[in-house]
């Protein structure tokens, strides 16, 4: 089966509370992750924060969605499991530490099985362009919409 693995780090200029406030509202984050198209929560805790959503996600080949359930450890750690969706599964989190002087390292990490028939249209290369968007680039994209903001 195709799978896309990996995590990627970054150290980012903004204190901690400042990245967990743009972490946990998963809800904008298509504004500023790359391939995530859209968002939309279909539960809510009862601090108001998306606990179930479905998403879509560009996947190269087509638009790819799943309903997924996020968990709120915060502020260092957010992490979300598909329910249901297109792919056989998909897990993933975001873990954050704090280095000091307003300073925090994310770490973004993902494993998703592509399953047998997205599988055996997402291959070699484009499995490699996919996890460089999906996982190699989140940390960084988090960095720069913190520092550029």
Request: proline share 3%.
């Amino acid at each position: 089966m195709a799978s896309i693995t990996g995590s990627s780090t970054a150290d980012i200029n903004a204190p901690l509370d400042r990245v967990w406030k743009l972490v946990e509202d998963v809800e904008k984050a298509p504004a500023w992750q790359g391939g995530l198209k859209d968002v939309e929560a279909l539960q809510r805790d009862a601090d108001g924060r998306a606990v179930l959503v479905e998403s879509a996600s560009d996947a190269k080949v087509r638009t790819v969605r799943s309903t997924i359930r996020f968990s709120y450890d915060g502020p260092t750690r957010l992490s979300w499991r598909q329910e249901k969706g297109e792919l056989k599964s998909v897990d993933g989190s975001w873990v954050l530490e704090d280095l000091g002087n307003g300073r925090t390292r994310a770490t973004y990490s993902l494993e998703v099985d592509l399953g047998r028939m997205l599988g055996m249209v997402i291959r070699g290369p484009l499995v490699d362009a996919l996890r460089s968007m999906l996982v190699g680039a989140r940390a960084g994209e988090l960095k720069r919409e913190l520092e550029d903001a």
